[in-house]
């Protein structure tokens, strides 16, 4: 994928210039070096982590957000801001309180969360 290409190459291009400013104080024991060296460590341990839940990330971040359908009219709306615009509604939150059971209409209708599946795009 183009984007594990780029996130990559950003990664190696920080642990490049990290281990460059490490390499020029050069001491293992000033202050400098002492703080990169904890920095890197602590960047190693965020690219672990971030390779071991790679998967996990993407999948959160390629799932499509749930859809919002006006149960009289039967139209979905990708989001709720787009439905009260289409409406009228001066907020979505209107809305969101149909769908959160705070509130029985938004808007003088009713309205119902469609939960969506991951997005293929």
Excluded: P
């Excluded at 907020?91 to 969360?113: C, D």
């Amino acid at each position: 994928m183009e984007g594990d290409l780029k996130i990559n190459d950003a990664i190696v291009t920080k642990l490049k210039t990290l281990t460059f400013f490490m390499e020029m104080f050069n001491a293992d024991n000033t202050n400098e070096y002492i703080a990169l060296k904890q920095f890197k460590e602590k960047l190693n341990s965020d690219i672990d982590l971030l390779l071991d839940n790679k998967e996990k990330i993407i999948e959160r971040f390629m799932k499509k957000c749930d859809s919002v359908k006006c149960i009289e009219t039967g139209e979905i709306f990708e989001t709720e801001s787009a439905a009260a615009k289409a409406f009228g509604i001066s907020s979505s939150g209107s809305i969101s309180n149909v769908l959160h059971g705070k509130a029985k209409t938004a808007g003088g209708y009713k309205w119902e969360l469609i939960k969506n599946e991951t997005n293929n795009n």
